[in-house]
């Protein structure tokens, strides 16, 4: 489900995160308070401002709160010398990577494909480029994930080993031009280029390859860095027609992402196997953390497919963003710092509930929007800043510890993951959901198991293509009581837990729409309570108005089932 | 918004002159002693000089590259803005290379320090460590540096070193820097054991290590803390081995020692620490080269359609027309940010764009032109004596029109240079090219009004404004000299 | 030739090249690289639900199957969905078209009012400061990038010396009441607008005073002036009536150059408008919302054209039988 609440998952040993970036143990070890109930101020108005020198000035004003993902170092150094501002950072599942087409010579061959992945400097790029506010990134799985393989070798910057590896492979340097000689046919080495970004879209992006060019040059390898249109840029990846490219990832807690990059079934036109790597050890490793019964054996797997994936080379990851984000503490308290989301995302469950001005309990609180949301309809919206409003309004059935990052049991009081048989001779995924009594919807109806088997089933007779995990495989729902919900799913796959975790509409809102594209809730009235509209959910925010390109209004939930006492 | 205004005006219109003209110039000489006479065509041209020989002039005036990046830190004042007290005491660029004769040995125990020549490394710092007999033995270096300036936001330290060791031996070197009120600030610290080849440690404050080595988070800034004073700074080597069964012997080559300055140049850097006037010479090459180019493109595209539609008449002459008037009717900026985005972002591509939506006025005022021209005597007589419309369009009309045409593009040269800067501006200019329209854009992306960076924005705006005056007093300067009686509007 | 064939005339035209944008503006976007799938990169969304994606968005469709439906759905103003928010691009349109207004009209009117005042007097008083004035304010105009001024006065009056809003159309959210809620608005206005006015008026001014000299040496005005009639009485009653025509006209014909200057200002501003929807939707390669807002402003300019064409006609009989040759 893109962007939506599974993409939260899994317990995450804290332990893990200092051992191999250099990251701050500190970091990782932060032990935060938070409360399970909230939410603590009465009102949200989100400014919608888009330039980011405009929302530092809001920032320095105190017309927001909050500026979320800080990216540039420039903004982090401005916020840094405002006496009132606090950062948190957390590490996330972003991964920047070079990707090579291992379908076209010379990078089909390995020494070629390890030899650039010596030469990337990874420290330079972020210190050049990102003043040292990215950390380095030199695994397929990043660090923060519970999946991470510690004893994959890494290839470290070392140029002297690049032209140790191309010297022995063959690849003799024509001291004439600066080129090495392919020793097949005996020609110097085609011309390589890496596709980037343009410096307006993205400027690090185009610069970063740029750098890695020249580094490639310099051992001699004839690359060169091409900045060009991203809709271009994504296009030619789609049609296999490049070379090298430049991309970033926004993974998350689920490892089966290797297996969309890496499984040779991904590798067709415009699937995610960009490099074309087609290894049957491979992707059987893959095949067993994508089908994983349960966390260990997805572990397996994953661990196996980073140790094949670490000695072909299909990609060179180079950093990782952590999110950083920026509180006024002389206005606001009790934001929640979490791993692999921040302290400011909408999937922070956590920070929405406590956040509470210092000045005392209720009032209104004001919260950037960086972009305007475009749409606030959950089913096609495919922007964060979308969600950014939406996660608010809404609860998942399992929410995640900030500390631990274990499952917290939350619309659900529990749950079990089983199988059945869909067929003879076959095993599915049966999940069972027991829902908590007492969580109604912001107009007063009820949640119960119905709202669960109907958002399922709506998703699936839609085939909505944003939530195609979610209906790709389910079989059916069924609703033994209010408070029990069984989804079934054809495969055998404990990820369905989170596939089977939507942002659930209410059926008795959502039954009569008939074109879930043109529906747009946030337009329409309440049929009966007035000042809501259609927009509702079970969350802590009520959704009250959203001017376009202005700013959006959100205010309590007197309903809230986790209302703070 | 001034733009349909602005390209309305740059139509030289003929209107009210049905007298046409002969050839009445007095010849080049007498066309340059007319211009001469007026003053703010000479203004203009003036100042048009000073752009081409700034433009082809580049490489001499600046030692930079447009692309040569981190020459200061980012958003570096001009240097001669340490005049004005905001910026009084703000750091320059200083990349000092420690030789090896100005390192100053202190605190050698069971230790000497010689010199040697290295390939490749100039003079090395030869330390001769004995731990074998006493267990352990160290060497201080240390090197003074004056540091009159404000803290500075990044500096880097590359050290390049050798240790040659038995196996037993381990040898630890540490960098640090002693502030002027003794406080030691460890910024480096690394332990061999036996021997290791040549490697260059290079340090940036901005590194997590660095930070880490100081004790401080990630938030922090490594340059505030250790350079917070003005005053006399000594950058210090220790080096010491123990356990050793032999003698170990520490090379340490020429020690690199840079401060990024905030201060630098003529204008100053951007947010990559690139020289703003390197890309201001540059700029100004693009910005001749489109304005010149995509003028002459769209003046002969118009003429050559003004010529044969006002000399064709008929069908040919209503579908040119009809033609014409799409094409005015096209609202210009938005098809052109539309097109180039279609056909990519190149400089070959904005310029026939540029010309292929600005040839409409030029096409108007020469088909109205050749319509009374055509009327003449003298191309009466030429079709009488059986000369084919091709040669009677070249030998006779154009001369006719070339006044016209002449002026018309002077003053289409702002204009293409402007819809130029604008697409720049928008994101949709050449990636490749520094345009002054992209400087505007980055200053405006990256960080010029919080930090209120003047240095960058006024600049290439001035420069477009000013180019675009100049081609403007010289299209009207030349319009009254070649065309007086159309000279009814300024 | 008459009025009426001459507007008929004109109508044509227009029809034709709205035809010829339309067509034109179809096969551009058809060819253009990006399709709704592009703008998803996420790594579960997995080749069959962008087919599908593409399914619906109706791009499996034989071009001129396209193209039909394309042109009946324009004349309905139906302009498709976004790629990127999936919502009805009309109903963004409409959601940002009053903004677009605003800033528009308030820009205009103070443009041409405080340009055609100062042309008038610059008119009545040769020689002085204010025609110096005048020649330079529209030399200005012509020269002046207005993205640099518009540059200039957000960093001055809204970055260094914090007077004016820095982005938006309203306070988020709006004070209460009617008249805290004009005065938020014009607040924000001031910016985006007063730059327009300040870079637009001097071409006005201009274009004011040289009708005016011209009106001035006319016969009927030197008869006037002989009679003994005051100079105000030359020059407002009789001078400034018979400039009108081609003053009015001239309001037309800039509005052209106006809505098309709404990209860069709306850019500059952060000004939830069509100028900056049209950009966000080229950066975006979101071809239906590019295509939408084009639409809209082509239409707009060909209708702003056209009632310059038919105003002149009215103003200037002349024009009917001349029309043949401009």
């Known amino acids: 489900m893109r962007r939506g609440r599974n993409s939260k998952l899994f317990s995450l040993a804290v332990g893990l995160l200092a051992l191999s970036l250099v990251a701050p143990a500190a970091l990782a070890a932060q032990k935060v308070q938070y409360e399970k109930t909230g939410p603590r101020v009465d009102e949200i108005i989100m400014p919608i401002i888009t330039e980011s020198e405009a929302q530092l000035i809001a920032f320095e004003r105190g017309e927001t709160v909050v500026l979320p993902g800080l990216t540039k170092p420039s903004d982090i150094d401005k916020v840094k010398a405002n006496r009132n501002a606090d950062l948190t950072m957390n590490l996330g599942f972003h991964m920047f990577y070079l990707a090579f087409n291992m379908r076209r010579e010379p990078l089909s061959e390995l020494p070629i494909r390890r030899a650039i992945a010596h030469v990337v400097n990874r420290d330079q790029i972020i210190n050049s480029l990102f003043k040292g506010y990215m950390l380095p990134l030199n695994s397929f799985v990043p660090p923060s994930s519970p999946y991470y393989n510690e004893d994959v070798p890494a290839y470290d910057y070392n140029p002297a080993m690049a032209k140790e590896v191309l010297d022995k492979a063959g690849y003799v340097l024509d001291k004439a031009t600066g080129i090495r000689i392919d020793p097949k046919t005996k020609k110097p080495l085609r011309k390589m280029t890496i596709y980037t970004p343009t410096y307006e879209v993205a400027p690090t992006s185009a610069e970063l390859g740029k750098m890695i060019a020249e580094a490639a040059r310099s051992v001699g390898l004839p690359v060169e860095a091409q900045p060009m249109d991203f809709n271009v840029m994504l296009s030619n990846i789609d049609n296999r027609d490049f070379d090298m490219y430049v991309l970033a ?217 944003a939530y195609q995990s979610a209906w790709q495989d389910l079989v059916k729902v069924e609703t033994p009581d209010p408070y029990t919900a069984v989804v079934y799913f054809s495969t055998e796959s404990y990820w369905h837990l989170y596939h089977a975790n939507a942002a659930f509409l209410p059926e008795h809102i959502w039954k009569d729409v008939k074109d879930y594209k043109a529906f747009q809730p946030w337009l329409e009235p309440h049929p009966t309570v007035k000042g809501l509209t259609k927009l509702i959910g079970t969350g802590p925010f009520v959704f009250k108005e959203w001017k376009p390109g202005d700013y959006v209004r959100l205010v309590r939930n007197p309903l809230y089932f986790a209302a703070a006492k | 918004m001034s733009q349909a205004l602005t390209a309305s005006k740059a139509e030289v219109s003929p209107r009210g002159s049905k007298t046409g003209r002969m050839r009445s110039r007095s010849g080049f000489l007498g066309f340059w002693s007319q211009f001469f006479r007026r003053p703010y065509g000479v203004v203009g041209l003036a100042l048009l000089a000073v752009y081409v020989i700034l433009a082809v002039a580049a490489p001499w005036l600046t030692p930079y590259r447009p692309s040569d990046t981190f020459l200061a830190d980012r958003l570096a004042a001009p240097s001669w803005a340490g005049i004005f007290p905001r910026f009084r005491g703000v750091p320059p660029t200083k990349r000092l290379v420690i030789p090896a004769s100005d390192w100053k040995a202190t605190g050698l125990v069971a230790a000497t320090v010689t010199r040697q020549k290295v390939e490749n490394n100039g003079e090395a710092t030869v330390i001769n460590l004995s731990p074998e007999a006493t267990g352990s033995a160290s060497a201080d270096l240390s090197w003074t540096l004056s540091y009159p300036y404000d803290p500075p936001k990044t500096f880097e330290v590359n050290i390049p070193y050798a240790v040659e060791a038995p196996w037993d031996a381990s040898t630890s070197l540490s960098f640090k820097v002693v502030d002027p009120s003794g406080t030691e600030h ?154 180039s985005a279609f056909f990519g972002k190149n400089l070959g591509n904005i310029i026939i764009l540029v010309a292929a939506f600005a040839w409409m006025g030029t096409a108007r005022v020469v088909r109205s032109q050749t319509l009374s021209l055509k009327q003449r005597a003298f191309v009466e007589s030429a079709r009488a004596a059986g000369a084919s419309d091709g040669y009677i369009m070249v030998t006779h009309l154009l001369p006719n029109v070339f006044p016209l045409v002449v002026a018309n593009a002077v003053l289409m040269m702002p204009v293409a240079i402007l819809y130029e800067a604008s697409l720049s501006f928008l994101g949709l200019g050449d990636p490749r090219i520094p345009t002054w329209g992209r400087m505007l854009q980055n200053a405006r992306a990256f960080g010029a009004f919080t930090e209120f960076a003047w240095w960058w924005l006024i600049p290439p705006g001035l420069a477009i404004t000013l180019l675009s005056l100049s081609f403007t007093l010289i299209g009207n300067a030349v319009n009254e000299v070649l065309n007086p009686r159309y000279r009814e509007r300024a | 030739m008459g009025y009426r ?82 919502r009805p691009v009309r109903q963004e349109l409409m959601e940002r078209l009053p903004n677009t207004i605003s800033l528009f009209l308030t820009s205009f009117v103070f443009m041409a009012g405080i340009g055609i005042a100062i042309g008038v007097f610059a008119a009545a008083r040769r020689g002085s400061f204010t025609e110096t004035f005048v020649t330079g304010a529209g030399l200005f105009t012509y020269a002046v990038p207005t993205f640099f001024f518009q540059l200039l006065l957000l960093m001055l009056f809204g970055y260094y010396i914090r007077i004016f809003p820095i982005h938006g159309t309203v306070s988020a959210p709006p004070p209460e009441g009617f008249w805290p809620q004009v005065l938020d608005r014009l607040h924000h206005l001031v910016l985006p607008a007063g730059s327009n006015v300040i870079i637009g008026f001097g071409s006005w001014a201009l274009y004011t005073r040289n009708a005016m000299l011209e009106a001035l040496s006319q016969d009927y005005i030197i008869t006037a002036r002989a009679k003994g009639l005051s100079q105000r009485a030359v020059l407002y009653r009789h001078a400034l009536r018979s400039v009108l025509p081609p003053i009015v006209t001239l309001v037309f014909l800039s509005l052209p150059g106006l809505v098309t200057g709404a990209v860069i200002t709306e850019t500059i501003f952060s000004w939830h408008g069509v100028g900056r929807y049209l950009i966000d939707a080229v950066l975006k390669q979101d071809f239906p919302a590019a295509q939408g807002a084009f639409y809209l402003i082509a239409i707009a300019v060909i209708v702003s054209n056209f009632l310059a064409d038919l105003v002149y006609g009215l103003v200037d009989p002349r024009i009917r039988v001349a029309g043949e040759q401009a």
Do not use: C
């Open chain 2, 186 to 339: 460890v910024v480096w610290e690394k332990t061999v054991y036996g021997s290791s080849d040549w490697k260059t440690q290079k340090l940036d404050s901005r590194d997590y290590t660095v930070k880490m080595a100081l004790g401080l988070s990630f938030f922090d800034d490594p340059a505030q803390v250790v350079f917070a004073e003005r005053g006399d700074y000594h950058l210090a080597l220790h080096v010491e081995s123990s356990g050793g069964s032999a003698p170990v012997r520490v090379t340490v080559g020429e020690v690199g020692f840079n401060v990024l300055g905030l201060l630098h140049g003529i204008l100053g850097t951007d947010h990559m620490g690139a020289d703003l006037w390197t890309q201001l010479l540059y700029g100004a090459r693009i910005s001749l080269i489109i304005g010149i180019v995509a003028a002459i493109m769209a003046v002969a595209i118009g003429t050559a359609i003004g010529l044969i539609s006002g000399y064709m008449g008929g069908a040919v002459d209503e579908f040119l027309m009809r033609m014409a008037d799409v094409f005015l009717s096209v609202p210009t900026l938005p098809i052109l940010i539309i097109l």
């Open chain 3, 5 to 86: 064939t001459y507007l008929l005339r004109r109508a044509f035209y227009a029809l034709i090249v709205l035809f010829v944008i339309l067509s034109f503006n179809f096969a551009l976007f058809r060819l253009m690289p990006g399709d709704p799938t592009s703008l998803i990169i996420d790594p579960r969304f997995t080749p069959e639900a962008k087919a599908l994606l593409e399914k619906q968005f109706g791009l499996n469709d034989h071009p001129i199957v396209q193209y039909g439906k394309y042109l009946w759905s324009l004349l309905r103003f139906d302009l498709g969905r976004s790629f990127a928010s999936q």
């Open chain 1, 249 to 465: 990832w926004g993974l998350d807690r689920i490892p089966t992402f290797l297996y969309n990059f890496f499984h040779s079934s991904n590798d067709v036109i415009e699937g995610y196997n960009t490099p074309g790597i087609r290894i049957p050890e491979l992707d059987a490793a893959l095949e067993q953390v994508y089908y994983a019964k349960n966390e260990a054996m997805a572990k397996k797997g994953a661990d196996e497919a980073q140790r094949i994936l670490s000695r072909e080379v299909p990609y060179v990851t180079l950093y990782s963003r952590p999110y950083i984000d920026a509180w006024r503490k002389d206005m606001v308290t009790g934001y929640v710092p979490m791993m692999g989301y921040g302290a400011a995302n909408y999937n922070n469950k956590w920070t929405t509930l406590n956040i509470r001005r210092v000045d005392g309990p209720g009032g209104t609180i004001r919260w950037l929007l960086p972009e305007n949301p475009e749409s606030l309809n959950p089913l096609t919206t495919t922007s964060a800043y979308s969600w950014e409003v939406l996660g608010r309004l809404y609860d998942g059935l399992i929410e995640v510890d900030p500390n631990t990052m274990k499952d917290i049991p939350w619309l659900a009081e529990s749950w079990e993951v089983g199988t059945w048989s869909p067929e003879k001779g076959k095993t599915g995924t049966k999940i069972t959901w027991h829902l908590r009594k007492d969580v109604k919807w912001q107009d007063g109806v009820p949640f119960t198991s119905k709202d669960v088997k109907f958002t399922l089933e709506y998703l699936k007779k839609n085939e909505v293509p």
